[in-house]
């Protein structure tokens, strides 16, 4: 049963400290992605790759977030400082980018619930 | 810019059928997703359009149409469990998926 995982599940931090999110994609998938996810805005695209390149990171504050992938099993999301305006869920998503196929799904994982105090 | 309006919350009964609209403006446009969430939950795919027309899933289908920029859900034979938020998502062609606000929908028996 394949299927995205991330740890960790719940993060509390104090604010101005680091804090790291791990994703692992469903193995075969060349597109990963990172949301986060808030009552007041919805879900939000924070930055995507396709093949390990990053392809598109507008969504995220680039003083403070960065996101790599260092092979293809494993993405990482960093804020470092965190503020509390970042307590939110974050989502990875993994997904199978195929242009000679008219269908397109995104597999997302449980999410780390972040609360930065 | 790129927009995407659905309802804020429908409300039905048990095996009723409901339908939940969105209307677009993006740039890129490639197709339009269907995902389920339910409280505390992670977004699960539920269906997507790359082409005009309707898509069936059991109970669910996924209406398309690009010259309108408006698609739909329609959920067949409600059942409680159904009672989730529900987001349309325009695919770019960059593979981007940018999602809706989502509506809520609770099932009454």
């Known amino acids: 049963d394949a299927r995205v995982t991330q740890t960790p599940r719940h993060k509390v931090t104090e604010m101005g400290q680091e804090v790291t999110m791990r994703c692992q994609p469903i193995l075969g998938h060349n597109t990963v992605f990172w949301y986060r996810q808030t009552m007041m805005q919805g879900l939000e695209l924070l930055a995507y790759f396709r093949n390990r390149a990053p392809l598109d990171d507008s969504g995220m504050p680039k003083d403070r977030f960065s996101a790599e992938m260092p092979d293809a099993t494993l993405a990482t999301l960093k804020i470092q400082p965190s503020e509390p305006r970042d307590s939110a869920v974050y989502f990875c998503a993994s997904g199978l980018a195929d242009r000679f196929s008219m269908g397109y799904e995104q597999y997302f994982g449980p999410g780390t619930r972040l609360t930065v105090t | 810019g790129q927009s995407l309006e659905q309802p804020s919350e429908v409300t039905a009964v048990e095996g009723a059928i409901v339908q939940i609209n969105c209307t677009y403006q993006?740039?890129?446009?490639?197709?339009l997703s269907w995902y389920q969430q339910h409280d505390g939950g992670a977004p699960t795919f539920l269906s997507y359009n790359g082409l005009d027309g309707l898509e069936e899933t059991g109970r669910f289908s996924s209406f398309l149409s690009r010259s309108d920029s408006y698609g739909y859900l329609l959920l067949q034979e409600l059942q409680m469990k159904d009672s989730a938020s529900y987001f349309c998502?325009?695919?770019?062609?960059?593979?981007?998926?940018?999602f809706g606000t989502g509506t809520r929908l609770q099932v009454f028996p």
């Open positions: 998502a325009v695919r770019t062609n960059t593979d981007k998926l940018i």
């Open positions: 993006t740039s890129g446009f490639y197709g």
